[in-house]
C-alpha cells in the first residue's frame, strides 16, 4: 500500500525560477516530514524536514509547506539552480518512514 | 564523521548463492535501518536496529534475510539463496533516537547495488 504518493514522475524548471515537488500521504497518523535528494550513485541525502505542529519550515531556497487538512506537502526552491537536479523523495514517518516514488527535477540553465 | 559506510557498492552473483552486506553507521547514532530500493520506487523498509536489538522487521524479509548488528556497531544484512527478485539497490541509514517514533532524519550510505544473474 503506498501511504506516501508523489504523482509527478518528473519535473522541468528554467534556472533562477521556482520549483514546486508536490507529495501526499494517507495516514493521518504521521507526524514528521521530510524531503530528501538523491543524485545518481549516492544514497538519498536530507535536506529538510517539518514536523505535524506547524505548515512551513524554510531554511535557505528551500521551504516546506504542511498542509494537514489535505494531508499534502510541498518543497518549494527558489531560484532554482542547475545543481539543484536531482531526484527528491518526500517521507513521512510515525511508528516507521515511508517514502513517495520520487520526482525527477530537471533545472535547465 | 565519515558518514555511512556500505560495503560492498556493487555486487553480482548468481542465482543461489549467498550474499553479505556490510554498513559502518555514524558513530554517534544509535539506530540502524536497511532499506531496499528499485527502480522508479522510493526506499522500502526491510528492518531496523536500535543499538544491537533489532525492533522491527518489514514482512517484506523474507526468511532468507537476516541481519545482524553485533555490539551495536556495524551491521550485515545477509541474503541467502537469493534469487533473480533480489536484485536491487540495498541502503543503509542511521539516526540518533531515544523514543519509539522516528522524529529524526536518517543519514544514508551510498547503498549496495545487488545484481543475481
Known amino acids: 500500500d503506498q501511504q506516501v504518493k508523489q504523482n509527478s514522475p518528473s519535473l522541468s524548471v528554467q534556472e533562477g525560477r521556482i520549483s514546486i515537488l508536490n507529495c501526499d500521504y494517507t495516514n493521518s497518523m504521521f507526524d514528521y516530514f521530510l524531503w530528501y535528494k538523491k543524485y545518481p550513485a549516492e544514497g538519498p541525502t536530507f535536506l529538510i524536514s517539518?514536523?505535524?505542529?506547524?505548515d512551513k519550515n524554510e531554511d535557505g531556497r528551500f521551504t516546506v509547506f504542511l498542509n494537514k487538512s489535505a494531508k499534502h506537502l510541498s518543497l518549494h526552491i527558489v531560484p532554482s539552480q542547475p545543481g539543484d537536479s536531482a531526484v527528491y523523495f518526500c517521507?513521512?514517518?510515525?511508528?516507521?518512514?515511508?517514502f513517495g516514488a520520487g520526482t525527477r527535477l530537471t533545472v535547465k540553465p | 564523521d565519515t558518514g555511512v559506510s556500505q560495503d560492498p557498492r556493487h555486487k553480482i552473483t548468481k542465482r543461489g548463492q549467498n550474499v553479505t552486506f556490510r554498513c559502518d553507521p555514524i558513530?554517534?547514532?544509535?539506530?540502524l535501518y536497511w532499506y531496499r530500493q528499485t527502480l522508479g520506487q522510493g526506499p522500502e523498509f526491510l528492518t531496523y536496529?536500535?543499538?544491537?536489538?533489532?525492533?522491527?522487521k518489514s514482512r517484506l524479509l523474507s526468511d532468507r534475510f537476516s541481519a545482524e548488528r553485533p555490539k551495536g556497531s556495524f551491521s550485515t544484512l545477509e541474503i541467502q539463496r537469493t534469487e533473480q527478485g533480489d536484485s536491487a539497490m540495498y541502503l543503509c541509514a542511521s539516526s540518533w533516537g531515544r523514543s519509539s517514533s522516528y522524529n529524526s532524519p536518517l543519514h544514508f550510505g551510498n547503498g549496495t547495488r545487488l545484481t543475481v544473474t
Open positions: 517521507a513521512a514517518s510515525g511508528d516507521d518512514m515511508r
Open positions: 558513530s554517534e547514532h544509535n539506530r
Open positions: 536496529f536500535q543499538n544491537e536489538a533489532q525492533l522491527e
Open positions: 517539518i514536523s505535524s505542529i506547524k
